[in-house]
């Protein structure tokens, strides 16, 4: 029993090594099939290779054909417009030999008609004088018949020129009469005066650019020394500033003037209205509004206006100092286009206010602008950084693949295991780099972008 042992193993020894031997056989059937396989699909690539050399040839020898066809019909169609060109200069002949015929035809045409307008006028005057002056005689009676009815119109337009001439003097008594009692109710009524002083003081600051509530307000009330202080109105200024204006309707003497008898009378008229308008401005100084206003909302001075610059002219003529003394006392007087060059003063530094306003909300959004722009920078310079990383990380990937992977699948080819006609197209690298974000003094030294290396 023990001299079987060696025996039997030696039997599952020869076994193993004859399964072994088997299973490479295996092997090696499964790798031939596979390598017939290979070579069949070589020999249809082959035989599809022949076949389109083969449509080839065809394409060549259509395209010979239709080459010589186009050769032929280029010059069909050269001997169609030789024969086109020959045709359009006997169609030019043709038409020159026409109108020579009609120009003949038109002068011999010509001259007949002319011979027989000049034989008519022959017989015309051979019948006398009396053919001659009939058409004038006839003229001079419709010239006669215009005249008159031209005379007949001017005595109509002269006599509606009459009625507008009487309306228009009824128009221009009614005026004097209406302007006569409007003279007699600013005389009679100082509140009528008043009313119509403030109305004109209100038209000159609209003309000035002004809006009422807006830019000034009418009828303030202010407590006084004395009492309750009423200015015809209080013009608002930039800055927070303001002025009062009042209203003074003072043409009682200066109406009388220009009713005097004569000029002496005249003259002690006008001096007593500038004697008049001096009153009233020391009445309105003894007010002292600059100190009853708070000093933040007024100026110190106070304009008197006076509804008419010839009234302020005339009392300036009669009183030399009055204007000083105004002044003197801070008061300003104005008539209408004073008053109206003082609005548009104020209108215009309303709008330098405005303006500068808006260059301090300018100035303000720039700084805003110029920290988010900084911001901004910061996170373009990180995008930057981050595209520079993805390129340098693209690089080291096509070095790699290039170096590591390429060399390997290149051997396919060597070893006949690849289409002879098939490459693998080599990545390309990234040469460019971004550009940083920097101030151009800094960009003028900074050397420029040099290209990232090829990665291992």
């Known amino acids: 029993m023990t001299e079987s042992i060696p025996y039997l ?81 006997a169609l030019e002949s043709q038409f020159v030999a026409l109108a020579t015929q009609a120009l003949e035809a038109n002068r011999q045409s010509f001259l007949a008609l002319a011979n027989e307008s000049f034989e008519k006028h022959k017989a015309a005057s051979a019948t006398g004088v009396k053919d001659v002056i009939t058409p004038a005689q006839e003229a001079l009676t419709k010239l006669a018949a215009q005249v008159e009815a031209l005379e007949k119109s001017r005595t109509q337009d002269k006599a509606a020129l009459g009625e507008q001439m009487r309306a228009i003097g009824d128009t221009l008594k009614e005026t004097q009469n209406v302007t006569g009692k409007l003279v007699h109710a600013l005389r009679q009524s100082p509140k009528a005066r008043g009313r119509w002083g403030e109305h004109s003081l209100r038209n000159a600051l609209e003309m000035g650019g002004l809006a009422p509530r807006v830019d000034f307000e009418e009828q303030t009330t202010v407590d006084g020394d004395a009492g309750k202080l009423r200015p015809d109105l209080v013009i608002r200024m930039p800055g927070g500033r303001s002025v009062v204006v009042d209203s003074k309707v003072a043409f009682s003497a200066f109406l009388d003037a220009i009713e005097a008898p004569d000029e002496a009378a005249r003259e002690l ?44 002219h005339e009392a300036y003529e009669r009183d030399h100092a009055l204007q000083d003394d105004a002044f003197s006392n801070k008061i300003i007087i104005a008539g209408p286009s004073g008053m109206v060059a003082l609005a548009r003063i104020i209108a ?35 995008v930057g950084k981050a595209i520079g990383d993805s390129v340098s990380r693209y690089n080291d990937l096509v070095g790699s693949l290039d170096t590591r992977v390429m060399v390997t699948a290149r051997k396919f080819k060597e070893l006949g295991a690849a289409d002879a006609g098939v490459e693998i197209p080599a990545p390309a690298q990234i040469e460019a780099a971004p550009r940083p974000l920097a101030p151009p003094e800094q960009l003028e030294l900074t050397p420029p972008p040099v290209a990232l290396k090829r990665g291992r």
């Open 9 to 89: 193993l030696l039997a599952f020894a020869a076994i193993g090594v004859a399964a072994w031997f088997a299973y490479r056989a295996a092997q090696a059937q499964e790798a031939a099939a596979t390598a017939k396989a290979r070579f069949e699909g070589v020999d249809m690539i082959r035989a599809e290779r022949d076949r389109a050399v083969a449509e080839c040839e065809t394409l060549r020898a259509e395209a010979g054909r239709l080459g010589a066809e186009l050769a032929a019909e280029r010059g069909a169609a050269a001997a169609r417009q030789a024969a086109a060109e020959e045709q359009s200069k």
């Open 348 to 382: 215009f530094g309303w709008r330098q206010e405005q303006s500068a306003k808006n260059a301090q909300e300018i100035a303000a959004l720039g700084r805003q602008l110029y920290e988010r722009l900084a911001v901004m920078g910061e996170h373009v310079g990180r």
């Open 269 to 312: 008229l006008l001096k007593k209205h500038a004697s008049e308008l001096r009153n009233h401005m020391k009445a309105l100084a003894s007010k002292e509004y600059w100190k009853h206003l708070p000093n933040t909302e007024t100026v110190d001075f106070v304009v008197m206006y006076v509804p008419g610059d010839n009234l302020v």
